[in-house]
């Protein structure tokens, strides 16, 4: 119990860095618990997408087909990219919290490529799609499939964004020890894309189709 | 190992070491993902199989990643609060459209 009478849970350094910052009702930061309730809401979000997928899985009356186009060992490496990612993400947060910069900004980096390089495997498989007779407008596949994929990709693609920005104030100096919150929310949205492709390979690539 | 030596005690967060096992974990498990996706005896069970292991894969990179396991309850459930709300309301919209039937 504080001098304010505000009950404060024990829960590591993010916790304890907002309230030195300032007193919360909840003794959390207020930042982490509205990043986590996106996080929340988000899963409605890809959740609805992945049930419209699902919904119209094999009800296409014209190809191609998900067997037709699907290149299982080409997005196996694309998903162990974008798992690795996470690696170099929290490594990034463990560099800052420790007072790292030049660490930070090699993880950071480091999390930025691999990203680019999944966005970069998902426009090739986009393209070769393409090539293959299936778009947006072809059949329920590829209208499910893109909607679905492409959200992803965007979020995939917010996120690179927002690691080149915190590399960009770490090179001004701009990103003390004392805003590793500002990392580890940035860390929470990166792990969250990476979850929901998890989801998403599964479901979409690896189970068959009836 | 317990818990108390693969936490930091500056960040109450894992090590650096116990990130990179966790990583080699998760890259381990998706090659038995791809693995069992080609093993055709494993067809009739192929599904659940699949389910296990993405349930894992998931669940690993939110408590050790994500620091579920270590932060605030309330984090947890606001994230948990999340996936049960949009498992059970899929699961009902699909349901009703005969999807698993």
């Not at chain 1, 596949?141 to 965007?154: I, N, Q, R």
Request: hydrophobic residues 50%; contains cysteine.
């Amino acid at each position: 119990m504080t001098a304010t009478g505000v009950v404060v849970e024990d829960t590591g350094h993010g916790a304890a860095e907002a309230h030195a910052a300032h007193v919360t009702s909840t003794g959390l930061s207020n930042v982490k618990i509205a990043m986590w309730a996106f996080l929340g809401s988000e899963c409605l979000l890809f959740g609805a997408l992945i049930s419209t997928y699902l919904l119209y899985r094999g009800k296409s009356m014209v190809g191609p087909y998900p067997k037709d186009v699907y290149d299982i060992p080409y997005t196996s490496v694309s998903s162990f990219v974008l798992l690795m990612s996470s690696l170099t993400m929290v490594l990034a947060l463990a560099a800052i919290q420790r007072g790292d910069h030049r660490r930070l900004r090699v993880w950071l980096l480091a999390t930025a490529l691999l990203g680019s390089t999944f966005i970069g495997g998902q426009a090739y498989e986009f393209t070769t799609f393409y090539r293959e007779g299936l778009s947006l407008h072809r059949n329920l596949f590829g209208s499910s499939f893109f909607v679905l994929t492409g959200f992803h990709g965007a979020h995939v693609t917010i996120g690179i964004l927002m690691l080149l920005s915190l590399f960009s104030l770490s090179l001004r100096g701009k990103l003390p020890t004392s805003k590793a919150e500002t990392v580890e929310l940035v860390g929470l949205y990166w792990h969250f894309v990476d979850v929901v492709w998890i989801v998403i390979f599964t479901l979409i690539y690896l189970v068959p189709s009836k | 190992m317990t818990e108390a030596e693969v936490v930091t005690h500056e960040t109450g967060h894992p090590s650096e070491a116990q990130y990179v096992r966790v990583a080699l974990i998760l890259a381990g498990l998706t090659a038995v993902e791809v693995a069992v996706y080609y093993i055709s005896g494993l067809k009739k069970v192929l599904i659940p199989i699949l389910l296990v292991l993405a349930t894992t894969k998931f669940s690993m990179v939110a408590l050790w990643f994500m620091h579920l396991k270590f932060d605030s309850r309330m984090f947890r459930r606001l994230f948990v609060t999340g996936i049960v709300v949009a498992i059970i309301v899929y699961l009902i919209a699909l349901s009703s459209l005969h999807v698993f039937s």
